[in-house]
């Protein structure tokens, strides 16, 4: 089945400064690339998300990147907010099938 | 309604009892889905349901665990026997296209 690593695990940064968040996976059948976002004691909530037929997609501050042939898709985050703040997950799969990674708990701090 | 709505929020129960975790999807979504969340990772996939069928239960752990959603719309997740290695957050998930996953606040479940 499908593996989905993520890292870091935890990444600090001051407002203003970009973060990036970095996953691989291992099943070249994966076609789809969502990222969500938890904020503490709430539900994880869709940003973004790519296809496997699209390199970057950009939505305002947020951006994904894909390479397939590398099987790893990353998180860029620009000027980053204290509301930022949050604990981010990638996932992989096909259809309805989501692997997702343990997560990257961010820190904005002002 | 405005979003995907699960209850009872928190559950606490004693090793060997019976639970049911409630979800009402949003209106219109087909697929519905139930993942598990322990602390500090994941969801983990349980189960998928399209409409009143139950398409996948791989991820279900045990035969304690049982879902169904017999009219197409509000699903329950069932585990008997509960054990301390259940307690975990149970989110439960309703997509329109069975991809964008809408997802609720959630069950945190606690067995002592």
């Known amino acids: 089945g499908e593996n989905v690593e993520q890292h870091p695990s935890t990444l600090s940064v001051q407002e203003g400064d970009s973060a990036v968040i970095k996953c691989t996976y291992s099943?070249?059948?994966?076609?789809?690339f969502p990222w969500y976002k938890q904020e503490l004691g709430k539900r994880p909530q869709l940003i973004i998300d790519i296809r496997s037929n699209v390199g970057e997609k950009k939505d305002q501050r947020i951006a994904v990147t894909l390479n397939k042939t590398a099987k790893h898709f990353s998180l860029h985050i620009t000027e980053t907010q204290p509301e930022d703040s949050a604990v981010y997950f990638c996932?992989?799969?096909?259809?309805?099938?989501?692997?997702f990674g343990k997560g990257t708990s961010l820190l904005v701090t002002p | 309604g405005a979003g995907v709505s699960q209850s009872p929020r928190y559950k606490v129960a004693k090793r060997g009892q019976d639970v049911a975790l409630r979800c009402d999807p949003i209106s219109g979504h087909v697929s519905l889905f139930w993942y598990q969340q322990a602390l500090g990772q994941g969801p983990e996939f349980l189960t998928y349901f399209q409409n009143e069928a139950q398409l996948d239960k791989s991820g279900l752990p045990s035969d304690r665990f049982f879902a169904e959603r017999p009219e197409g719309s509000v699903s329950t997740l069932k585990i008997q026997r509960t054990q301390q290695e259940d307690s975990a957050v149970y989110l439960c998930a309703s997509s329109l296209d069975g991809e964008k996953l809408f997802f609720g606040s959630g069950t945190q479940l606690s067995v002592l």
């Open positions: 996932a992989a799969g096909s259809g309805y099938a989501l692997n």
């Open positions: 099943d070249s059948a994966s076609n789809y």
